[in-house]
C-alpha cells in the first residue's frame, strides 16, 4: 500500500472485521517512509462504530525513523480501552503536506487474542540489512516470482536478472538464508512459520526484495 500527502489518497481503510470477543487485537506490518519532510508523520486509525480514533502515530525525524528505511512495527489494542465491535475497521492516514511524501505499508496481519488482556501499546524496530531498495525503477525491471507462496519446502525463484547473492531475512531482521549459487531455488523446510524477506543482489548491482510466507 502506498499512501502520501493529506488528501483522499493518504487513507486505506479495511474491510469490516467481527471483533467482538476479543480480549486484544494486535496489528503487525512492514512500513517505508519515502520523501517525508521532518516531524511528518503518519497514523493507525480504529473504528469501532463512532468515528476513527487514532491508536499509534510514527513520526519521521530522522533519528528513530527515517526515510529509505525499512521497519517492522506491532500494536497492540486492549478491550479494557477500545471497544471491540462486530463490524470494527482499521485504516492508515498520513499526515504529510505534498504527493512526494510517501509511506510504504506491506504484509499487514490482523489478529484477535482471546484470554488474557494484554495493555495498550505500539513497538516498532528497522529491518536489520533491509534498508536498501531500488527506486525508479518500473514493475518489468522489478520482476520476480517466488512459487509456491506460502511455502512449505522448496521455494522457486523466478526472475530475468542474473543473481549474483541471494539473502533471507526474518521479521526480526536476522539472516536466515545466504546463497551465492543454485539460485533457481531454495530449501526453507527448517525455517520456522511465518513471513520472510527475500533480498536479490543483481549482476547490474540492483537490489531487488520479495516477501513470501512459510507454512
Known sequence: MRIRDNTSTSVITTDPFNLAGYSSIEVEFFFRPVGMENGEDFWLQYNDGSGFETVATWVVDNVNISNNSFYTTTVTLSSADYSFVNGGTFRFRNDASVNNDRVYIDAVTITGITGSTNSTGMTYAPMV???????????????????????????????????????VYNTNGQLVISKEDAFEKINVSQLAKGLYLMQIYTEEGEVIQKKFLKE
Do not use: C, R, W
Not at 131 to 158: C, M, R
Open 129 to 167: 540489512g533491509m534498508s536498501t531498495f531500488v527506486d525508479g525503477l518500473d514493475e518489468e525491471e522489478l520482476a520476480l516470482t517466488l512459487y509456491p507462496n506460502p511455502v512449505k519446502d522448496l521455494l522457486h525463484i523466478q526472475t530475468d536478472h542474473a543473481i549474483n547473492k541471494l539473502l
